[in-house]
């Protein structure tokens, strides 16, 4: 036996000829063209020793390299977070997770008005796939006034055909830029409230259990909890003093102007 140098592991009298087999195919292969790829080394180590050495094995132990072309991306502009004129002109969703006493992990699909800073619901589970997503939205919009946009990350549940099918014909989407939260604060914000408020606090020994807590928690805060940037009102006792206006869209260039609602980064 004598240890491989590459992998750190002992190989067999065996194992070492299959290897300088394999170190003779791909040089014989693969060293004049070095874009030649590796199911066609493969097949011609195969065909000189019977070996049934890996692709990426083959690829080690030969040093090659070959360049990959990058993949395309969808790329995103992003928009800043707009200064709001009234109640249900952006709600901003995202998911916060946890788990259950037994170890198994749970969402909560976190909804927020950012403009009253009010949350109509908190739907939990063990797992949200586009069509759930968007059945809980659905679901929601049916029982409350529509926003005119939804502000969201670029999460698969956030991107699907299906979602975008279904939520696009009723409100607009705003997704933010892959790997800039901030750009979703108002959000991020209450998420933080969220867990320091409810999930780090409680054990919840299953799935009702963790929806019955959470619901509570949600009730608290919308009818219980005075917000800094709502001058310490409640989000529910601020949002009953305006009358929504879903007719005028947002100013997503605009800025707060002096005495406005501050940005989500000065909420507590």
């Known amino acids: 036996m004598r240890a491989d140098g590459d ?12 290897r300088r087999c394999i170190a003779r195919a791909v040089g014989g292969v693969g060293a004049p063209k070095a874009a030649v790829g590796l199911p066609a080394v493969a097949h011609f180590a195969d065909r000189q020793r019977g070996a049934g050495e890996s692709q990426a094995s083959l690829w080690r132990v030969s040093g090659l390299a070959v360049r ?9 502009e992003g928009s ?19 788990a259950l006493a037994n170890g198994r992990a749970i969402r909560v699909l976190t909804v927020e ?20 997503v968007t059945r809980e939205l659905e679901r929601i919009l049916a029982e409350r006034e529509k926003p005119l946009a939804i502000r969201c990350d670029n999460g698969p549940e956030f991107t699907s055909r299906y979602f975008l099918a279904c939520i696009e014909k009723q409100i607009a ?3 933010i830029q ?13 998420n933080g409230k969220l867990r320091d408020e409810c999930l780090n606090v409680n054990w919840f020994e299953n799935l009702w259990d963790a929806r019955r807590k959470i619901a509570a928690w949600q009730q608290e ?8 940037s709502l001058g310490y009102q409640t989000p529910a006792a601020f949002a009953r003093q305006f009358v929504p206006s879903p007719g005028s869209a947002p100013n997503y260039g605009a800025t707060p102007a002096d005495g406005s609602l501050s940005q989500a980064s000065n909420v507590i």
Not at 68 to 76: D, I, S
Request: hydrophobic share 30%; charged share 30%; no cysteine.
């Open 221 to 228: 805060y919308n009818e219980e909890r005075p917000h800094s």
């Open 68 to 76: 990959r072309k990058a993949r395309k991306r969808l790329v995103r």
């Open 7 to 18: 992998r750190g592991i002992e190989l067999s009298l065996p194992q070492r000829a299959k």
């Open 178 to 190: 892959p790997g800039k939260p901030q750009q979703n604060g108002y959000v991020e914000s209450f």
């Open 113 to 132: 008005d950012e403009y009253t800073r009010e949350s109509p619901a908190l739907p939990v589970d063990t797992n949200f796939a586009s069509r759930r």
């Open 173 to 175: 989407l705003v997704h």
């Open 80 to 98: 800043p977070q707009p200064a709001l004129p009234a109640a249900n002109q952006e709600w901003a969703v995202d998911f916060a997770h946890d």
